[in-house]
T-cell receptor, first 113, second 113 residues
Framework: NAGVTQTPKFQVLKTGQSMTLQCAQD?????MYWYRQDPGMGLRLIYY???????DKGEVPNGYNVSRLNKREFSLRLESAAPSQTSVYFC????????????FGNGTRLTVT | AQSVTQPDIHITVSEGASLELRCNYS??????LFWYVQSPGQGLQLLLK????DTLVQGIKGFEAEFKRSQSSFNLRKPSVHWSDAAEYFC???????????WGLGTSLAVNP
């Protein structure tokens, strides 16, 4: 059972380039999340999707867009990458939107030069 | 404001020694509480959770945590630490019907042989 799968694992972009981070879960979870993790700042929520067909902004949505393609997949897009978006990005899923524990992918390490 | 404080940024213990990681939360009611562990290069994994009932909860890998309402604390403990426990530990809580988790900044645990 794969759980939450993120691709790619590593990516280097130049400022202004665009890219999409992919996330898929095979646990039939309703809720999916995108976080970024930066040293000294912990985990910050970028966007989340409480259920298929819905998405909402988190704490730090600027510069990002998301698509809940279907129940399994939740992608994160950087339209014009900036050095401030250098981070480790984690996708997570949960059975429900509130008090359900999160299941995390192994992350995408993104560097923007 | 709702917040989680993990007072210890970094802790070093010897293998076989006991461990206690501190977590304090700020919230007007009893939240849903979680401890997650992140091994190097990996995503976060749920160690244990507290929703209600018995204030001493058992988790995976031999960890336990105790909820103390009077101290707004949810400290994580392990009687005897193993070298494989070296990781980053995050405390988090879910405040009622708020859709997002409130995260602490983490405690990095190093284990000396």
């Amino acid at each position: 059972n794969a759980g939450v799968t993120q691709t790619p694992k590593f990516q280097v972009l130049k400022t202004g380039q665009s890219m999409t981070l992919q996330c898929a879960q095979d646990m039939n979870h309703n809720s999916m999340y995108w976080y970024r993790q930066d040293p000294g700042m912990g985990l910050r929520l970028i966007y989340y999707s409480a259920s298929e067909g819905t998405t909402d902004k988190g704490e730090v949505p600027n510069g990002y867009n998301v698509s809940r393609l279907n129940k399994r997949e939740f992608s994160l897009r950087l339209e014009s990458a900036a050095p401030s978006q250098t981070s480790v990005y984690f996708c997570a899923s949960a059975p429900g939107p509130y008090n359900s524990p999160l299941h995390f992918g192994n992350g995408t390490r993104l560097t923007v030069t | 404001a709702q917040s989680v404080t993990q007072p210890d940024i970094h802790i070093t213990v010897s293998e076989g020694a006991s461990l206690e990681l501190r977590c304090n939360y700020s919230y007007g009611a009893t939240p849903y509480l979680f401890w997650y562990v992140q091994s190097p290069g990996q995503g976060l994994q749920l160690l244990l959770k507290y929703f209600s009932g018995d204030t001493l909860v058992q988790g995976i890998k031999g960890f336990e945590a105790e909820f103390k309402r009077s101290q707004s604390s949810f400290n994580l403990r392990k009687p005897s630490v193993h070298w494989s426990d070296a990781a980053e530990y995050f405390c988090a809580f879910h405040a009622g019907n708020n859709r997002k988790l409130i995260w602490g900044l983490g405690t990095s645990l190093a284990v000396n042989p």
